[in-house]
């Protein structure tokens, strides 16, 4: 699968060849060297034009070849982001690399090439920067420190994949970065909320400290588990990223994109982040996760049960452990609508624990218990999930339909509108 490097042949774009060239030769993929011409500068200037940019095209493409990469040249006419975009996805491209925005550009690049291209692309950008770091790994003369940005979302596990690849390629050292508005992860996870914007309490840092574990495991190399920088944001997202990655020295920063348009790019973090930083950064669109028969395996590891103590409650305890590999930990919630005495509360665990099945502790499985409060019990359910970072949840539900569950309402489905975690429903058999 090739990659594609656009180039207008400046300094910049001669530096960002090199980090593609080098990227080529550690890939043994094949390179595409491709300029653009505005389709209005060709109906001006005609033949002399395109014998220039072909005559360019072939000088760098040659220059190129004595790094070492099997160097293809294309010269297209049309818009550059659209015509980018349509040319890579036909040759089938994995990456497609280009030069960042000049310093002199207004606003950064904003509403420029790189930004558009952005935008449309489907599959991985790289815009480039001091790359003399990429040189050095492609030589492998060193490890290529990379600082990824952490959250859960459809378009880090796509970041995530990706670096996984390039580990592949060579050695790389990496970092998670992990920004968050601390009321609104107090919200989310459902622990007391800090006094001010900037305050964390020891709880909420320690379920995101968990959290973000669990995200970058999948990175982790010979059993050395991931660092990740937590810092609380204030404004946008994107400026605290790249300060961290500034901060940490980093040669790449690979952000996760939604591919926002309109106003969602005030809040875009891949936009800012392309534009700001003074690394390499690399954009990864959520579609470029790894799918069909190349995806892993998900493993289920921690798994949430609820019961209200009913004999429905007791069987989804019974396959929340089942569910539960050996070495994993089930956490079984209660949620009560009232507040308890600590005679209680005491009570109401050593129901809990009555209700472990023998053989899920024998197995070698964990159990936690816990009794939690609140009239709201699928929001309560829900904050619980998000608190321990469970893989699965596992809820008894009487399927009730119709006038009846109008009615009477439905747990269970409040649970599923509002975690976005898997959800396992069990039920009573028919009678």
Request: hydrophobic share 45%.
């Amino acid at each position: 699968m090739p990659i594609v490097c656009a180039t207008n042949f400046s300094d910049a774009a001669h530096r960002a060849c090199d980090a593609a060239a080098w990227l080529s030769r550690k890939a043994g993929e094949p390179l595409w060297l491709v300029h653009v011409l505005l389709t209005d500068s060709v109906k001006a200037f005609g033949k002399s034009l395109l014998e220039a940019a072909e005559a360019a095209l072939a000088d760098e493409a040659k220059r190129l070849e004595k790094l070492g990469a099997s160097v293809q040249k294309m010269l297209l006419t049309g818009e550059p982001a659209t015509a980018l975009q349509d040319f890579a996805k036909k040759q089938g491209a994995t990456l497609v690399v280009t030069a960042a925005p000049s310093q002199d550009t207004p606003f950064l690049g904003l509403g420029g090439t790189v930004d558009r291209l952005a935008q449309a692309l489907e599959v991985p950008l790289l815009v480039a920067r001091n790359v003399d770091a990429l040189e050095a790994w492609g030589r492998g003369e060193r490890p290529l420190k990379v600082m990824v940005g952490v959250d859960r979302s459809l378009p880090f596990a796509a970041a995530r994949d990706w670096v996984k690849g390039l580990r592949k390629l060579g050695q790389v050292e990496i970092v998670g970065g992990r920004v968050f508005w601390a009321q609104e992860e107090a919200v989310r996870l459902g622990v007391e909320h800090p006094l001010g914007f900037a305050d964390v309490t020891p709880e909420l840092r320690q379920a995101l400290e968990k959290e973000a574990a669990v995200l970058v495991e999948p990175l982790a190399e010979g059993g050395k588990p991931v660092r990740v920088r937590l810092e609380v944001g204030m404004g946008r997202i994107a400026d605290h990223l790249v300060a961290l990655a500034a901060e940490e020295q980093v040669d790449l920063l690979v952000v996760g994109s939604h591919h926002r348009r309109a106003l969602g790019k005030l809040w875009s973090v891949s936009q800012h982040a392309l534009r700001l930083a003074k690394m390499s950064v690399v954009c990864v669109p959520s579609r470029a996760a790894v799918h069909g028969a190349d995806v892993e395996l998900p493993q289920m590891r921690t798994v949430l049960v609820t019961t209200d103590f009913s004999e429905l409650g007791d069987r989804a305890i019974a396959y929340a452990c089942s569910l539960t590999p050996q070495g994993g930990t089930v956490h079984l919630l209660h949620v009560t609508s009232t507040q308890q005495t600590p005679e209680q509360l005491s009570a109401l665990r050593k129901q809990l624990e009555e209700r472990v099945p023998r053989a899920a502790v024998q197995g070698g499985r964990k159990v936690e218990l816990e009794v939690a409060t609140g009239n709201d019990v699928a929001g309560v359910i829900a904050q619980a999930a998000e608190r321990h970072s469970v893989d699965l949840i596992c809820m008894g539900t009487h399927g009730r339909t119709g006038m009846m569950r109008a009615v009477m309402g439905s747990v269970a489905q409040a649970v599923m509108a509002r975690c976005d975690r898997p959800v396992v429903m069990v039920r009573n058999p028919a009678t």
